[in-house]
């Protein structure tokens, strides 16, 4: 069950460093919304995948449905229900608004992740 690898913590790094770019250098439009989303995937599985050896299907799943649980956090404006103030560091952690796009890029990146490590199953 719990393993390190290398491999998984360099992709997590490398991923988070886009990530970093990403939020740093772009301020809307398609990179930003859309692009930023589907990155964020690969930075939850790589990081997952770099501690535990669970089955891809399995973290790929997890990963999903943490990313829809923040987005859906987003629609029903969870901070508001409990009373929290926005700030930097909520917009970071749970977004700053609902967007089906959203749903749509970590759900491309879901598929990217099958996809990618079955092809290199392969191999």
């Known amino acids: 069950m719990f393993r390190f690898n ?3 913590l360099l992709l997590t790094i490398f991923f988070f460093l886009i990530e970093v770019g990403i939020e740093r250098y772009f301020h809307g439009g398609f990179i ?3 692009l930023g989303d589907y990155i964020i995937v690969f930075v939850m599985y790589c990081f997952v995948k770099t501690f ?3 089955k891809t299907l399995y973290v790929a799943i997890l990963v999903l449905l943490i990313s829809y649980l923040v987005e ?4 029903v404006d969870v ?5 929290i103030s926005r ?3 909520t917009d970071i952690l749970v977004g700053s608004s609902f967007d089906w796009k959203d749903m749509a890029a970590y759900t491309a990146a879901f598929i990217t992740i099958l996809v990618v490590e079955k092809i290199l199953q392969k191999k």
């Open 6 to 8: 290398y491999k998984y």
């Open 32 to 34: 930003r919304n859309v």
């Open 52 to 54: 535990f050896s669970f």
């Open 72 to 75: 859906i956090c987003q629609y």
């Open 79 to 83: 901070l508001k229900l409990l009373n």
């Open 87 to 89: 700030n930097r560091s």
